[in-house]
């Protein structure tokens, strides 16, 4: 059974990180210093979250746009996996490049200035069980 009952479910949690990333003074600089447009496509349920590190941002407190759903933007990267890989991987429960060899996450661009991001995007390891708690899905946090 997937993690996520729906699309709604999983971005009112991993979307939610994601809009709060681009405004944390810790991760949002540092992911904006990429200048890179990273697409997350994600399966079982199907979501989709655009990363936006090359435009300016159109939010005066964000250091990129964050864009769930479709859009127009052309990726440098785009990484595809299951929903339920995505959960495990912010619970820091994921290597990455263990994942990338065993295709459970799948990734086109280029893997060297993904890699380059991890450390900017370690805090969030820490914050998303804080999500799922204040959100009520302490159900979903992973011991």
């Keep these: 059974m997937a993690v996520f009952e729906n699309a709604a479910q999983f971005y009112d949690t991993v979307g939610e990180l994601m809009e709060r990333a681009k405004k944390d003074p810790n991760v949002g600089p540092k992911i904006a210093k990429s200048k890179l447009i990273l697409q997350f496509r994600y399966t079982d349920p199907t ?16 250091f990129v746009d964050v864009i769930h759903g479709d859009c127009d933007l052309k990726p440098d990267v785009v990484m595809s996996m299951k929903a339920d890989v995505a959960h495990a991987f912010w619970h820091g429960k994921v290597n990455l ?8 996450i799948v990734a086109k661009g280029p893997i060297p200035k993904i890699l380059k991001l991890l450390p ?6 820490s914050e998303y069980p804080k999500l799922l708690a204040e959100k009520g899905y302490e159900n979903l946090i992973e011991k």
């Design 47 to 62: 979501a989709c979250t655009t990363i936006n590190a090359k435009g300016k941002p159109t939010q005066p407190d964000a």
């Design 97 to 104: 490049m263990a994942a990338l060899s065993k295709k459970e």
């Design 120 to 125: 900017a995007i370690k805090p969030l390891y």
